[in-house]
C-alpha cells in the first residue's frame, strides 16, 4: 500500500450530470477526509469520516453533495446537478487514530471541470 | 474560529538563497497542531511536518527548519540553500488536536526558485 488513490484523476463532465469519485485510503487509517481546492486557494474540509461513520460535515457541502465509506474502507464522494461553480480538486485524505495523531496523507485528487 | 494567513502569497528567489514563508493562525483553542504541506505541480499535498502547540521547540530537517512562536501565534518555515526542486505551493495549516482533526489551511504561497 503505497498511499491514498483516488479515482478519475480528471472529469469533464456537462452541467446537470452527476459525478462521482473514489478514494482508497491508506488500509489501516480509520479516519477519512474529503477537501475541496479552487485555483489559487488552499483546500477547504468538507466531510470526515471515522470507520463507516459520517461524523462532520462542512456547510460548503450542499445537498448536490453526497459521501459514503462502505464498510470504512474506500469513500465515494458524489455530485449531483453538477454547477459550474462546483469545478475544483476534490482531494480526499486519510489519517489514523494512533501513533502518528493528526498526520494526514493526500491523494493526487481529482479535477473536476463542468462545462 | 480558526483561520491561517499565509503573508506572502508568492516568493522568488535565485537557487542557494535562503528562503523564509511566514504563516500567522488564530484559534480559541488551547492545544492545537500546525501543519506545513508543499504542493508539487502533480497536485498531491506531500506532508512535511506537525507541531503540537505545547512544543514550541524549533525543528530542523536537512535544509528545512521551523519557527514556531506562541507568543505571536506564527509558525514560519525556512528552507536554506534553495533548490529549483524546492518549487511548489507550500501550505501553513491548523487542526484541533480531538475530534474531527480536520485541516484548516492558508492560502498557499507559491515559491519559485530560479537557477
Known amino acids: 500500500d503505497t498511499g491514498v488513490s483516488q479515482d478519475p484523476r480528471h472529469k469533464i463532465t456537462k452541467r446537470g450530470q452527476n459525478v462521482t469519485f473514489r478514494c482508497d485510503p491508506i488500509?489501516?487509517?480509520?479516519?477519512l477526509y474529503w477537501y475541496r481546492q479552487t485555483l489559487g486557494q488552499g483546500p477547504e474540509f468538507l466531510t470526515y469520516f471515522q470507520n463507516e461513520a459520517q461524523l462532520e460535515k462542512s456547510r460548503l457541502l450542499s445537498d448536490r453533495f453526497s459521501a459514503e465509506r462502505p464498510k470504512g474502507s474506500f469513500s465515494t464522494l458524489e455530485i449531483q446537478r453538477t454547477e459550474q461553480g462546483d469545478s475544483a480538486m476534490y482531494l480526499c485524505a486519510s489519517s489514523a487514530t494512533t501513533g502518528r495523531l493528526g498526520e494526514a496523507f493526500f491523494g493526487q485528487g481529482t479535477r473536476l471541470t463542468v462545462v | 474560529a480558526q483561520k491561517v494567513t499565509q503573508v506572502q502569497t508568492e516568493i522568488s528567489v535565485v537557487e542557494k538563497e535562503d528562503v523564509t514563508l511566514d504563516c500567522v493562525y488564530e484559534?480559541?483553542?488551547?492545544?492545537?497542531?500546525l501543519f506545513w504541506y508543499k504542493q508539487p505541480p502533480s497536485g498531491e499535498l506531500v506532508f512535511l511536518i506537525r507541531?503540537?502547540?505545547?512544543?514550541?521547540q524549533n525543528e530542523i530537517s536537512g535544509r528545512y527548519s521551523w519557527n514556531f512562536q506562541k507568543s505571536t501565534s506564527s509558525f514560519n518555515f525556512t528552507i536554506t540553500a534553495s533548490q529549483v526542486v524546492d518549487s511548489a505551493v507550500y501550505f501553513c495549516?491548523?487542526?484541533?488536536?480531538?475530534?474531527?482533526?480536520?485541516?484548516?489551511f492558508g492560502q498557499g504561497t507559491r515559491l519559485t526558485i530560479n537557477p
Open positions: 488500509s489501516e487509517h480509520n479516519r
Open positions: 507541531r503540537n502547540s505545547f512544543d514550541e
Open positions: 495549516a491548523l487542526s484541533e488536536i480531538q475530534g474531527a482533526q480536520k485541516l484548516v
Open positions: 484559534t480559541r483553542d488551547t492545544t492545537y497542531y
